[in-house]
Every structure is written in C-alpha cells, then in structure tokens.
C-alpha cells in the first residue's frame, strides 16, 4: 500500500513540471481542442449566464435542500409514506399519495420500480433504482410517483456473473437536470472497476461507455476507476475524478459525438495528498478510508475537490480500534479548489467562502449558506455512502455535520456520536431543490408538517421502520420502496 501511495505521489509531483497537452488525443474523438480551449470553457468560474439560471438544473430558486428519511408504511392500508427533513425549518415533511385532481394526462409510468431496489444515486430531486432481480434502471420521483426506465444494463459490457448477483453493476448515477428536459444526460459509472458510461434518459436505446479503461502503472496496467463525477450546468460539462485523483472534464451536448476535455491541475505540496493541523491527525487520517468527491457551487460555477476521511472502526472514546464490532466513522475532510487561470488544486483552509457542501449518495452540490437560512456557512452536511460493508448492527449511520473552520462536528437528525449509533435503513440521501416535473392525471399529494423535529423520537422512529419494513443483507444494502 505504501509503495503504490508513494508511486501516485511521484506521478503528480512529475505532472506538475509539464504543461497541459496542446491537443486532445485524436482517439478519444475530440481532435483538434487545445489547452485554452478548456480554459475558456471553465474560465474563471465566477458569473453565471441567465440561461443557466433559468435552467431547471440550477438551485438558485432558493428551494432549501431535504433530507430524505426511510420512508414508512402508515394506517390499515399499509399506505407508503415519505418522510423529509427540512433543515431550514427543523420539521419531518410527510409526503402520502393521493388519488384525484385535474393535472394533465401524460404518458408516463407511475409507481416505483419495484419491491427491492439499490439506491445509486440522486439528482435535482430524482433517485437513481437498480433492481438486481430482473437488472432493471430507473429515475424515480418520490414525490409524483413517476418512473423513467432507462437503457438495460446488458447493452455495456459487463460480466454475466455480476448481471446475475446485481452486485457491483451500477455505483453511482447522476443528471444534468430534469429527464423531461430535452438536453438531460445521464452518467454513471459501472462494473466492478466503475467505468464511465451515459444516455440520453428517455430518448437513447442503449448506454454509451466513454473514458479510458486502464492507467499505465510502471510495467502493469491498473483499471482507471473514476470514483466520483458531477455535472455544471455553467460550463455545461461533467467533471470527473479517479482513484489516483486523476481529472478529466466531458461534454456530452453532442451524444453521438462526446468529448474529453483533460485536466492536470498540479498540487500544493504542503496540504497534499493530506493537510492536518497536528502530527496527530495526520497519522488519523493516513489510517483512514479516503472518499473523494467532486462539487459544483451552484452559483459561481467554481469546481472544488473534497476528501472525506472515514476510520474503519472508532472505538467509544473516539481512537483507533482493530476490532469489526465498532463502526467506521467521518473523523474529517480537505477542501482544494480548481484555480483553472494557473492549473493548481488550491487547499481551501479553515474556510469554503461562505458555503455550505452537501456530499453522500446524492449529486454533491454547494449553496450560499446567507442565501439559505438555517445553514451553517462553511460546514459540509454529509451522509453515508455504505462504502464499508455494514453489520446488522451498523451501516447508514454516518451522518453529520462538519463545521470547516474549527473542525468540530454537530448533528444532522440523527445523532453523530459514535455511543449512539445504530443501523440506518435505507441510508438517507439528500434530495436537492425540486426540478420541472410533468403533471400526471389522477395523481397528487398531500403535503403536511408533522411537528418539529426536535420534538420527534428517534428511536420510534426507527424501532418502527423495522417493523414496517423488510430488508435484505447480502454484499450490499438492499433498498425497499413499495
């Protein structure tokens, strides 16, 4: 492990010294784009075009972000109940479905996409269902009940065994914006070595894998894992980053005709690939699982990469512990963003200029926290990612809130002492501002806050969800939406 870290450090310290390619390879079927060329598509990233502003995809309508809780199943009909948490204004939204009202008659499936289905991902208010009996793919709105079946997995190469077991086909699926629009695409990555692939969501008939497929590793090739992507609706391109904190940017407006736009911004050596304030948390954070994601401040368009710090195990008092039966636990975060005038990854320190960062199972995104009252500026509001495989006693927990400036935590809902953990199912994601969504006849909600949060039992809460619900533990956490 050790020797693989220090070759990836050697790498990035040699690729600083090189200027970015004056071309793009020809085979990736780009021709021709040269380095200015990604320069003035990501500028300075301040200034947001009026189109984009209109653009359902954007949150800059204000709408506060919710956390979306297990749903419940309530009354003698066994009706399926959503359930939010609104931060802003600290209540549980509940969601029933209804029948009757007098919205358009449209074409569209309603009803989620079955019993049992894997949670991959979430986007301007849409889930991302795997349902590994029959390997089927959607977009699911909670809120409208409306299914938009995407391409089969088996038109990308994946192997028949993992088609068979569901495990390991999709890991993460975003949008661009709302799939009723026509300029939607979807990415996600897949297989066990997560390639990238998109679609036309509603339109295309099959998926189409992009990005390369190994990165050359001294005398071997290791498989180019890209671990986390999002989608600017200022530069209209998706950015993406891989295990060895690779980056790539790709514009997908054209589909029969994608481009790769490559990124090599250098580092800072003194807050790479770890910045700690003490010697202490330095060894913490080398013996910790490292998540990365990518984020996009909605309002500047400004592109920041984030590592999340997870222990494998913490131990009551908070230390190090060896032993499976206590949880892994976020004990912290680094910040850098894109500097795209010099090409340098600058470490954001004790600061994230006023905004608040929403990471976990969900399209990442940023908000003006003055802009949003009840968020705490220069904090990120993180949920799990069940990348470590949960016990029954664990697993959905790892929740919180990170205040950037003092590195202290607070919680989000639910509690985020280690004591008080217990399993979370399914893990809550966040659920971003509500993007257009076709009116569907017949079909309604009632929308009701029931009480303030603080006044809710948590442990109700989730004594009841187990009863209500069933689950299944295999590999992964099976998600059930009725």
């Known amino acids: 492990m050790a020797s693989s870290i220090l070759r990836w450090i050697s790498r990035k310290a040699a690729?600083?010294?090189?200027?970015?390619?004056?071309?793009?390879?020809?085979?990736?079927?780009?021709?021709?784009?040269?380095?200015?060329?990604?320069?003035?598509?990501?500028?300075?990233?301040s200034g947001v075009s009026d189109e984009s502003v209109l653009c359902p995809s954007s949150l800059s309508s204000r709408i506060s972000p919710w956390l979306m809780l297990p749903p419940a199943v309530e009354g003698t009909e066994n009706n399926m109940v959503y359930k939010f948490y609104s931060l802003a204004e600290d209540k549980i939204?509940?969601?029933?479905?209804?029948?009757?009202?007098?919205?358009?008659?449209?074409?569209?499936?309603?009803?989620?996409?079955?019993?049992?289905?894997?949670?991959?991902?979430?986007?301007?208010?849409?889930?991302?269902?795997?349902?590994?009996?029959?390997?089927?793919?959607?977009?699911?709105?909670?809120?409208?009940?409306?299914?938009?079946?995407?391409?089969?997995?088996?038109?990308?190469?994946?192997?028949?065994?993992?088609?068979?077991?569901?495990?390991?086909?999709?890991?993460?699926?975003?949008?661009?914006?709302?799939?009723?629009?026509?300029?939607?695409?979807?990415?996600?990555?897949?297989?066990?070595?997560?390639?990238?692939?998109?679609?036309?969501?509603?339109?295309?008939?099959?998926?189409?894998?992009?990005?390369?497929?190994?990165?050359?590793?001294?005398?071997?090739?290791?498989a180019r894992c890209y671990v986390s992507f999002v989608y600017s609706s200022t530069h209209k391109l998706f950015f993406c980053v891989t295990q060895f904190a690779e980056f790539e940017a790709w514009d997908l407006q054209d589909p029969s005709s994608p481009r790769l736009i490559p990124l090599d911004p250098s580092c800072e050596d003194d807050h790479y690939p770890w910045a700690a304030r003490s010697e202490e948390e330095l060894i913490l954070k080398q013996l910790c699982r490292r998540l990365k994601f990518l984020v996009v401040d909605s309002s500047s368009g400004q592109l920041y990469y984030i590592i999340r710090y997870v222990m494998e195990h913490m131990a009551p008092d908070g230390s190090y512990a060896e032993d499976d039966m206590y949880p892994y636990k976020t004990i912290g975060f680094d910040v850098h963003k894109l500097d795209s005038e010099n090409n340098v990854l600058r470490y954001m320190e004790n600061s994230l200029d006023?905004?608040?960062?929403?990471?976990?199972?969900?399209?990442?995104?940023?908000?003006?926290?003055?802009?949003?009252?009840?968020?705490?500026?220069?904090?990120?509001?993180?949920?799990?990612?069940?990348?470590?495989?949960?016990?029954?006693?664990?697993?959905?927990?790892?929740?919180?809130?990170?205040?950037?400036?003092?590195?202290?935590?607070?919680?989000?809902?639910?509690?985020?002492?280690?004591?008080?953990?217990?399993?979370?199912?399914?893990?809550?994601?966040?659920?971003?501002?509500?993007?257009?969504?076709?009116?569907?006849k017949g079909v309604g909600w009632d929308i009701a806050a029931i009480g303030n949060a603080k006044e809710t039992s948590i442990t109700q809460y989730c004594n009841r969800l187990e009863s209500d619900y069933r689950y299944i533990i295999s590999n992964e956490v099976y998600c059930s939406y009725r």
């Not at 010294?17 to 990501?42: H, Y």
């Not at 919205?103 to 590994?132: I, M, Q, R, T, Y």
């Not at 705490?376 to 959905?396: A, C, Q």
Request: glycine share 8%.
């Open 93 to 222: 939204i509940s969601l029933n479905k209804r029948r009757g009202g007098e919205e358009e008659e449209a074409n569209v499936e309603l009803g989620p996409p079955g019993d049992e289905s894997l949670l991959k991902g979430s986007s301007h208010g849409w889930l991302a269902l795997f349902n590994p009996r029959n390997c089927d793919l959607f977009l699911y709105n909670p809120l409208s009940r409306r299914q938009v079946k995407l391409p089969p997995i088996h038109t990308l190469s994946i192997p028949e065994d993992n088609l068979e077991c569901g495990y390991g086909c999709i890991e993460n699926l975003i949008i661009s914006c709302s799939p009723d629009e026509e300029e939607c695409r979807a990415m996600m990555s897949f297989g066990p070595e997560d390639r990238l692939a998109f679609c036309c969501p509603g339109r295309s008939t099959e998926w189409t894998h992009i990005g390369e497929l190994y990165d050359s590793e001294e005398d071997h090739d290791v």
């Open 354 to 440: 006023g905004l608040a960062i929403f990471i976990g199972n969900n399209h990442p995104f940023a908000l003006r926290a003055s802009d949003f009252p009840g968020f705490k500026p220069n904090s990120i509001y993180f949920t799990d990612v069940n990348v470590l495989i949960p016990n029954p006693t664990f697993g959905g927990h790892d929740i919180g809130i990170f205040n950037y400036e003092d590195g202290t935590f607070s919680p989000c809902y639910y509690p985020c002492d280690v004591k008080s953990f217990r399993r979370i199912f399914p893990p809550p994601t966040w659920r971003t501002a509500m993007s257009k969504t076709r009116k569907v």
């Open 15 to 45: 690729a600083r010294s090189l200027p970015l390619p004056n071309s793009l390879n020809s085979s990736c079927g780009c021709g021709g784009s040269s380095a200015a060329t990604w320069r003035r598509r990501i500028g300075t990233m």
